[in-house]
């Protein structure tokens, strides 16, 4: 199983026709395909817990790696589902999982496993099972090149792009040189998986280069962004199909991808544009700094963060202005000294240093204890999360996330300091339902709002379930500012990254060639269906097993035994 991680579909059948991918394009020929799809809310990290689980958020009880609490008004940042994994039951020398985005060590699983050698955040801190794969690897073929060097924002700075294009290309290059000999040491092996992060890792920088209706496509840094992220497909292309190719014959070969890649709706209207409406209209005070009416004059363009400062300081420096406020975050959020470093220098108007340091310097930790856990940490680095102190006065605030925007009700008996009665959840839900379509793109007029959601109507003091009482779906379009009667205009707010993750995936199964494409399916469905074409035990799996997907004589068996 090749998992290539937030793929999208019509991104890679773009890449086959072009001819950037001309190995999956030979793939697609000789296999079936079929759509997949996680879940409809908390797209960011459904689908790769989906997938090592084999479980739906629902089944597994994870349903994000940030969690709130609901006495400390906090939210936090954790590690991977400890749920079990698809493998649970691995026959000695059976299975091997390598480098799988959100996968979690299991000690008491006879499985060879390795965690966070290259994934885009793996949740995991850099270890193995057996203890000590992972620094025979490092010694071997060195560590990911690109390891945790993805997440700056850089799709303003193409030359920080082209790096990491570079290590990325090398990176891909090293995954598959490792996955063939991991195969080699264990000869008995019937089911490995592997994830690629190599283009979730670019797409994040340069989607709008491949949306010709992102605000962003126009921008003059696009050509060299497209050629850094072709560069990487190509790479990962090529790399994929010699490991195929060099596969034992009899070998079943899956590429997929649990969820996929979209231009992003959801940094700046979940992260910044919700809780600073939500915070004007409970507070009555903007806390995000309100760009000139000069903006609508000049066009429109979106705002372009200095080579120095980078995303996520050109928003710092729109929140908080006044001194007092800023001491406020600094006294109830800054619990490290990298972001006390950060404070004082906003504090006294200091530029903050080049935040995009040579790749080649970029350091990667030794392989962990084998009993290590990524710690819980404060979520400090996304906007939302600056409302911390202001959220026991209001009715309702936004809670931090990677894709759509979550809303938590400050609801009584559930909240410390809940203001808003259990028999008003319901209309507390309405107001906050008509208050958030009434929003527009302040560029064009279009609502910015796809579908809201109310994933805990049936029951809101349940201490399992999703912590947002309202999810907001946005629309497929960009924004960058909004307009919406009796507030104004709330923007505009630099992107941060212009790629974000869609809940729709795929799967190529090499097998009947030519088979016509088949009814799309959950996720879960896939890893039961692998299982079980691996031998493997999957009494424990939720999944259904997908019966196209199997060789004649099992369907035979599977049909007489209906």
């Known amino acids: 199983m090749l998992m290539l991680d937030a793929a999208e579909w019509s991104f890679i059948a773009a890449r086959m026709a072009d001819g950037t991918m001309p190995e999956l394009a030979a793939l697609r020929q000789r296999s079936q395909y079929l759509p997949l799809s996680t879940t409809d809310a908390y797209v960011a990290e459904a689908g790769p817990t989906v997938f090592v689980t084999g479980r739906s958020p629902s089944e597994s009880g994870y ?17 991977a589902s400890m749920a079990a994994p698809f493998y649970a039951h691995s026959d000695p020398g059976s299975t091997i999982i390598f480098d799988v985005p959100h996968m979690a060590i299991h000690r008491d699983i006879d499985a060879v496993q390795v965690a966070a050698w290259g994934s885009h955040a793996p949740q995991w801190p850099r270890s193995s099972h057996p203890h000590g794969l992972l620094q025979e690897i490092d010694d071997r073929f060195g560590p990911h090149p ?11 700075r193409p030359d920080y792009a082209e790096e990491l294009s570079r290590v990325l290309i090398e990176g891909t290059r090293r995954r598959m040189e490792v996955a063939a000999w991991l195969l080699g040491r264990q000869p008995g092996w019937r089911l490995f998986a592997t994830g690629a992060s190599e283009l979730h890792a670019m797409l994040h920088h340069t989607q709008h280069a491949f949306d010709p209706h992102h605000p962003l496509h126009g921008d003059r840094n696009v050509p060299r962004l497209r050629a850094a992220t072709l560069a990487v497909a190509a790479a990962v292309d090529g790399a994929l199909g010699a490991f195929v ?47 000139p009416s000069l903006w609508a004059v000049r066009g429109k363009r979106p705002i372009v963060p200095t080579g120095r400062l980078g995303g996520g300081a050109e928003m710092g420096r729109t929140f908080a202005t006044s001194r007092r406020l800023r001491l406020v975050r600094l006294l109830t959020m800054s619990d490290t ?16 240093p080049d935040p995009f340091p040579s790749l080649d310097d970029w350091p990667v930790p030794a392989e962990s204890p084998i009993d ?23 009715r309702w605030f936004a809670l931090p996330s990677f894709s759509d925007g979550h809303i938590r009700i400050n ?31 302040a560029r064009t007029g279009a609502p910015v709002v796809a579908q809201v959601l109310r994933p805990r109507a049936d029951d809101p003091i349940a201490s399992s379930g999703p912590a947002a009482d309202v999810i907001v779906k946005w629309t497929d379009t960009p924004f960058d500012a909004i307009v919406l009667p009796g507030i104004g205009r709330i923007g505009p707010f630099p992107f941060q990254r212009t ?64």
């Not at 959801?266 to 209209?281: F, K, S």
């Not at 979520?379 to 202001?390: C, F, I, R, Y």
């Not at 088979?515 to 939720?542: F, I, K, M, Y």
């Open 337 to 352: 000294a990298i972001e006390l470093k950060r404070t004082v220098r906003r504090l006294a108007s200091r530029p903050n």
């Open 411 to 441: 609801l009584q008996g559930r909240e410390s300091s809940g203001r808003v009665a259990l028999d008003d959840y319901g209309a507390a839900c309405d107001e906050i339902e008509s208050l958030v379509c009434a929003m527009r793109d």
């Open 146 to 156: 690109g390891f945790a060097a993805d997440y700056q924002t850089c799709w303003y």
């Open 63 to 79: 349903w994000s790696m940030l969690s709130y609490d609901p006495e400390a008004y906090q939210m936090r940042q954790g590690a």
């Open 499 to 562: 790629g974000q993750h869609s809940s729709t995936g795929f799967a190529l199964v090499g097998s009947e060639p030519g088979a016509a494409p088949l009814p799309g399916r959950p996720v879960q469905d896939l890893v039961r269906t692998a299982c079980e074409l691996a031998g493997l035990a999957t009494q424990d799996l939720p999944g259904s097993v997908i019966v196209e997907l199997l060789p004649q004589p099992a369907r035979a068996e599977i049909a007489e035994s209906r």
């Open 245 to 291: 190719r060099s596969l034992p014959t009899g070998t079943t070969p899956i590429v997929c991808a649990v969820h996929g890649m979209r231009s992003n709706s959801t940094d700046v209207g979940g992260d910044v544009i919700l809780p600073e409406l939500l915070a004007r209209t409970e507070t009555g005070r903007a806390r995000f700094q309100q760009r």
């Open 372 to 394: 290590a856990v990524q710690p819980e940490r404060p979520v400090m680095n996304l906007g939302a999360a600056w409302l911390q102190p202001w959220w026991r006065e209001m």
